[in-house]
Nanobody, 117 residues
Framework: QVQLVESGGGLVQAGGSLRLSCAAS????????MGWYRQAPGKQRELVAH???????TYADSVKGRFTISRDNAKNTVYLQMNSLKPEDTAVYYC???????????WGKGTLVTVSS
């Protein structure tokens, strides 16, 4: 089992910044992908960004150039720096940990990000 603890959500004005953190603990595999998904009211959960254990990143088109994902493998922690936030970025953001070899996904409980116009 892997446990994920997220932090850093909150309320921010449009154009502002927030930084999300997610710390993983438990049965950590060296080969994994960690990332962030989000779900806005009435919408499906969507990928925001993810990063492999080797540092390869993938971003949703809607956040490219504004969000940056990074990780500290020594701390089993992934970060999401969100700049130039827009009201449409408002959602619950979920941390995801994917074990590559087993294909098992783990999810955090989510942290709410609200961007006011």
């Amino acid at each position: 089992q892997v446990q994920l603890v997220e932090s850093g959500g909150g309320l921010v004005q449009a154009g502002g910044s927030l930084r999300l953190s997610c710390a993983a603990s438990g049965s950590i595999s060296r080969i994994n992908i960690m990332g962030w998904y989000r779900q806005a009211p009435g919408k499906q959960r969507e990928l925001v960004a993810h990063i492999t254990h080797g540092g390869i990143t993938t971003y949703a088109d809607s956040v490219k150039g504004r969000f940056t994902i990074s990780r500290d493998n020594a701390k089993n922690t992934v970060y999401l720096q969100m700049n130039s936030l827009k009201p449409e970025d408002t959602a619950v953001y979920y941390c995801n940990y994917k074990q590559i070899l087993s294909g098992i996904d783990y999810w955090g409980k989510g942290t709410l990000v609200t961007v006011s116009s």
